[in-house]
């Protein structure tokens, strides 16, 4: 994630100063891995970095903070997720994000001999329904046949405050714990 302040958002075509240019490793997969290990917890990442200056901070600080890294894939035509973010002077902010490499995760890459086995012999998963959902389901039936407990993270899309828009979510998301 990247953030910048601004005292006023910029209008099309122009270019305005900022101040307080910040950056960091984060995201829903590496956030939550490195709280698993800070809490002791044996934990790994499986995600897909770009093969970029990004992906190696991000794997980076992955090891340094004890979560196994070496499932994070690396595509080298694409490069790492990243989210820019400006905040004006009023508290308001405006943003865009790329998804990156890790949107090309690929059900393949999940039901490798190595991903299945880590899969298969943890307490729990954690997935994040958001990130290709081909990966997702395949991580749902290999936990399924391992008996491994799964935690969703899914966004229930909303269309109005008072009502939940049809979920449109595959089968195998409504079989997790």
Known sequence: DMAIK????????????????????????????????????????????????????????????????????????LSTGVAVTMGDSMGENSGCKSEGANRALSKDEIECAEVEQLIGSADVCLLHGGRGVEAVKSAIRTASLYKTKVILEADIPI???DQIDELGWPMEYFSVN
Do not use: H, W
Not at 18 to 34: C, K, M, Q
Not at 37 to 65: F, H, P, Q, T, W
């Open 6 to 77: 601004c005292d006023q958002f910029p209008q099309t075509g122009q270019v305005v100063e900022g101040s307080g240019f910040s950056y960091r490793t984060t995201g829903p997969g590496p956030n939550r891995a490195i709280v698993a290990a800070m809490c002791d917890c044996e934990s790994y990442l499986v995600g897909k970095v770009g093969d970029d200056m990004l992906g190696k901070m991000i794997r980076d600080n992955l090891i340094k903070n004890k979560v196994g890294a070496d499932q994070l894939f690396t595509a080298n035509a």
């Open 159 to 161: 269309c109005q405050a």
